[in-house]
């Protein structure tokens, strides 16, 4: 993920709705949204956490069909 693409996506995950995950998870997520863990260690986790890595893919699908954050990426 680039940096430009990272950053969209933590602001995403900031409106995305946690309450589909674990206490743990929403740490994870909390922790990689607030950059106190890089996107080589998410990655990490994400593929030791399938369902976690579900929820995270069903929120980048969820954005790229959003009429908005499209807008915001032709910008």
Same mark, same amino acid.
């Given at each position: 993920?680039?940096?430009?693409?990272?950053?969209?996506?933590?602001?995403?995950?900031?409106?995305?709705?946690?309450?589909? !995950?674990?206490?743990?998870? %929403? +740490?994870?997520?909390? =922790?990689?949204?607030?950059?106190? /863990?890089?996107?080589?260690?998410?990655?990490?986790?994400?593929?030791?956490?399938?369902? !976690?890595?579900?929820?995270? %893919? +069903?929120?980048?699908? =969820?954005?790229?069909?959003?009429? /908005?954050?499209?807008?915001?990426?032709?910008?």
């Amino acid at each position: 993920m680039s940096t430009s693409d990272s950053s969209i996506f933590k602001s995403m995950l900031k409106h995305a709705n946690v309450r589909e !995950l674990n206490p743990k998870q %929403r +740490e994870l997520v909390d =922790a990689y949204r607030l950059g106190k /863990l890089d996107e080589t260690d998410f990655q990490f986790r994400l593929s030791k956490d399938p369902a !976690l890595a579900k929820w995270v %893919r +069903e929120v980048l699908e =969820a954005a790229s069909t959003d009429s /908005l954050s499209r807008e915001t990426h032709r910008t």
